[in-house]
């Protein structure tokens, strides 16, 4: 069966008003990024780091589904298994434009994570303030986001899923955190769509040098040649 992996980064929300994870010097927000996105700075300023996702799930209620979104969520419902569909976001804009099945490698900004039993589950946008576990009701709680400096579990079904490709698809992505590079050159056929040329360009087959929302309708062309070929 023929298997095409989307992979995603912060360009496929950039549309969307979601900040890049990395701005110019290495900044976010207007703090170093790992003052707010470190297992370090999370031990040095516990707070500041749980107000800093606080009004990330802020700004996230307020911002809609952007095409490409809605595009790629067409494709997954009309292809199913066909089609895997992993993000580098923490947003859950994909999943709000109907995508099913969204694999976060770095975790989910809605969710909050119990630190005294594990329980993870969905606080929406509201404030991590005044909430308690409901399972074991503890307010030692945190973000559900991976930070530099742990295990991202769901990178073991990235590569797996890489490695079953016969079409691999990256949209609005550095390759600065995973090495795209290696997947498309394993592909048998490989797009690459980011906003600006990069060093990743020469190992795709296919690229299109725009923004996500002008790209979507040609990779989704290509999507449903590649599938209706012999």
Not at 131 to 148: E, G, N, T, W, Y
Not at 154 to 161: F, G
Not at 190 to 216: G, M, P, Q, W
């Amino acid at each position: 069966m023929k298997k095409v992996l989307i992979i995603s980064g912060a360009g496929l929300s950039a549309a969307s008003g979601i900040k890049t994870f990395r701005d110019s010097d290495g900044l976010w927000e207007n703090h170093d990024v790992m003052e707010i996105c470190s297992t370090e700075g999370f031990m040095r300023n516990r707070q500041k780091v749980l107000d800093f996702y606080d009004a990330r799930r802020a700004e996230l209620a307020a911002a809609t589904p952007n095409y490409a979104h809605i595009k790629i969520a067409e494709l997954k419902a009309k292809y199913g298994e066909q089609i895997v569909v992993i993000t580098q976001n923490i947003d859950d804009l994909l999943e709000r434009a109907g995508c099913a099945d969204v694999v976060h490698l770095h975790g989910f900004l809605p969710n909050l994570r119990c630190e005294s039993c594990g329980e993870i589950w969905r606080v929406g946008y509201d404030s991590i303030r005044d909430k308690i576990c409901p399972k074991c009701a503890s307010s030692r709680l945190r973000h559900d986001v991976v930070m530099f400096g742990e295990m991202a579990p769901e990178y073991e079904r990235m590569y797996r899923e890489a490695s079953e490709c016969t079409l691999f698809i990256a949209i609005g992505t550095s390759g600065e955190v995973i090495d795209i590079a290696s997947f498309a050159k394993r592909a048998p056929y490989s797009i690459l769509n980011n906003l600006e040329k990069s060093r990743l360009d020469r190992h795709f087959d296919t690229l299109y040098i725009e923004s996500a929302v002008n790209a979507v309708d040609k990779i989704a062309r290509d999507i449903e040649e590649f599938l209706r070929k012999d």
